[in-house]
């Protein structure tokens, strides 16, 4: 009989996928993953299936590590964003008859593919593994069986509370997808007893594309921001059926890298999601980094030159938008995706990211953060040792080698400076040439090359972090923060790319643990040591127990854990007198104030011998005995002249 069902469902799926196209909206196989009434009617003998407000789910089951992982891969929470349904908030999932299949990995949402080096390892690892679609809209879930006893408490309150850590790619607002290998959360979700999600979510374009200014306020049109309410959508729908999962409501967490950790910043703070979850981890992103948002009139920008570049007309957007929108949703999703890259201006200067637009981010993201106007939360935050080298070498390709060694003579410095920092003026860049040139050793094309990467990763990255966990903490927010600092033993990138941005997540998700893949010894336990603290945090707030020294992260004593193979310890900082100078020196110049101020009011936080050693973010600190009167100084006369 259940033969007999799948034949006449296989039909059925034949007929609606000729009808999809006919109507032009085609049906991906995750939409048609409905399996036959039979099995619906039987789901309470099915351990595998549970259900959802949406319907009758069924996962899979896989053994890792000796221990059973039940697998659901692209459950819909949302319509097809599709057709009409391009460029507007997502709709809820109608709910389904029957038992939806979730076993086949969803699709990537439409985006680019990165192709400056075709088939290395190191580059292929980011880009889609899925079919790229605009029908994407979809989450997963891996749930740990038999939850053993860990981070304390009687067999009952474990039982009672599993928590549940929600991930968030990354990839600049322009890319990335949940269902990349390095994400796989089966080796997480086995050894640290927590059931871990995933969504997709819209990107570029087609996730923040913005023209509310030419539409009434209560239009659906050109909103922006539809990849951080795919985001939300999708929370929501993780929070609304944690339990049938067996996971705890109330025990939500938020963890993302790069785009990810400011959608999960950003989320934490939102009136649109902040208090729908208890806590987040921010690796190497932050909603004030300067990449992390958009003002409004460059959004609206951006939109129109993609409009322009698309052959619709942005010149009538003014008498006749609704015909402008129309034009723009029959364009080709490919068309879209490539001409959107026209208005890229420049390292870490996407053309998309969430806009300042008065309703999911009501204002500038630092205003929110001082006023803090939030519900109390827990955080985690940070950083890895070399932010910036992958950017340099993508958007310097000419300066630098994928492999290395590479060398920057002065000339090629300053001439970085300059394309970096094209809007800045005079006496800011040279504070910032001054600030980041060894004195000693002005022509040393090794040493020039590394503060490049340390401009770059403080700027964009390390800095940003600092600043949004200051704030935090001085709102009452725990905050703690790592500081990672392992390069691995067999990175496919040069060394003079050190510790690069995203190097941590394998160790996060246990890729170390996965046998066929070489790691050594050392690294699987930093692995082992990460996760636990990850899922501890997720559960109690806090990443270690009691006995082993992790302190809260504070203004006055911004302390780190270091996360690495061969040694731990605490840090100060990270790189406090470099983000000293972006955080509090910098500004300064830039609005004209206090340029001779007494020093106290301009002083870092001091580092103590040991904590010296145990910073490890490298680089070349004898500038860092410069005086900052001196710079001042240098400043004053500049503008001066």
């Known amino acids: 009989m259940k033969n007999i069902n799948m034949i006449k469902t296989n039909s059925i799926i034949m007929i609606l996928t000729v009808v999809g196209h006919i109507l032009g909206t085609p049906w991906s196989i995750n939409s048609l993953s409905l399996i036959n009434t039979t099995a619906s009617r039987d789901y309470h003998t099915d351990p595998l299936i549970v259900e959802t407000t949406s319907g009758l789910v069924k996962g899979f089951s896989k053994t890792i590590l000796g221990r059973e992982v039940y697998v659901y891969l692209g459950i819909p929470f949302a319509k097809p964003p599709v057709g009409p349904l391009r460029f507007r908030r ?14 086949t990995p969803p699709n990537s949402c439409f985006q680019e593919r990165y192709e400056y080096f075709p088939g290395f390892e190191g580059e292929e690892m980011w880009n889609p593994n899925t079919n790229i679609s605009e029908d994407c809209l979809y989450l997963n879930v891996w749930v740990p069986q038999k939850v053993r006893l860990r981070h304390g408490g009687s067999q009952e309150e474990n039982y009672a509370k599993k928590a549940m850590l929600v991930w968030i790619y990354g990839g600049g607002f322009m890319s990335g997808t949940s269902t990349l290998d390095v994400y796989d959360a089966d080796i997480v979700a086995a050894s640290s007893d927590v059931i871990v999600a995933s969504m997709q979510y819209r990107v570029g374009a087609f996730g923040f594309f913005y023209l509310a200014p030419y539409f009434d306020s209560e239009s659906e049109e050109g909103q922006g921001n539809m990849g951080l309410w795919d985001q939300a959508l999708a929370i929501r729908w993780l929070k609304d059926n944690a339990k049938v999962f067996g996971g705890d409501p109330d025990l939500i967490t938020l963890f993302g890298e790069s785009a990810g950790g400011g959608s999960v910043s950003l989320h934490l703070m939102s009136p649109v999601t902040r208090g729908i979850v208890k806590r987040g981890i921010l690796q190497s992103g932050t909603l004030n980094a300067p990449w992390s948002y958009m003002e409004a009139d ?149 040493v020039n090359q590394k503060m490049i990467s340390d401009i770059v990763g403080d700027y964009y990255f390390i800095c940003p972090t600092n600043y949004f966990a200051q704030l935090m903490a001085e709102r009452g927010t725990k905050v703690y923060y790592y500081f990672f600092s392992q390069r691995t033993s067999t990175n496919v990138w040069g060394e003079w790319m050190g510790v690069m941005h995203g190097d941590e997540i394998e160790y996060v998700f246990g890729n170390p643990l996965n046998m066929s893949i070489q790691f050594n010894n050392k690294e699987r ?117």
């Open 90 to 103: 997502p709709m809820p999932i109608d709910p389904w008859h029957g038992v939806y299949e979730a076993v």
């Open 298 to 446: 460059k959004a609206v920008e951006i939109a129109k030159t993609l409009i322009g570049d698309c052959g619709c007309n942005s010149s009538s957007l003014i008498d006749h938008a609704d015909s402008v929108m129309e034009c723009m949703r029959i364009i080709d999703a490919k068309q879209i995706s490539v001409q959107q890259w026209n208005s890229y201006w420049g390292i870490l200067g996407f053309p998309s990211a969430p806009t300042i637009d008065g309703i999911f981010l009501p204002e500038h993201p630092i205003d929110m953060m001082k006023k803090g106007d939030f519900p109390e939360t827990e955080l985690l935050v940070g950083s890895n040792q070399d932010e910036g080298t992958y950017f340099l070498l993508y958007d310097f390709i000419d300066y630098f080698e994928k492999d290395g060694p590479s060398y920057l003579d002065r000339d090629k410095f300053l001439e970085l400076i300059d394309n970096i920092f094209k809007n800045v003026t005079k006496a800011e860049k040279e504070a910032i040439i001054f600030q980041y040139t060894d004195w000693d050793q002005v022509n040393d094309g090794l």
């Open 525 to 641: 336990n930093l692995s082992k040591r990460m996760m636990e603290a990850f899922a501890r945090f997720a559960l109690t707030g806090k990443p270690m127990p009691d006995e082993v020294e992790w302190p809260l992260y504070t203004k006055e004593q911004p302390q780190y854990y270091i996360f690495n193979a061969e040694k731990t310890g605490i840090g100060r900082g990270p790189r406090s007198t470099a983000c000293q100078f972006w955080n509090g020196f910098l500004p300064k110049i830039k609005s004209g104030r206090h340029l001779m101020r007494p020093m106290n009011t301009l002083s870092c936080p001091t580092q103590t011998a040991n904590e010296i050693l145990a910073d490890l973010s490298g680089g070349y600190k004898s500038h860092k005995s410069l005086s900052l009167s001196v710079i001042t100084l240098v400043v004053v006369l500049l503008i001066k002249l």
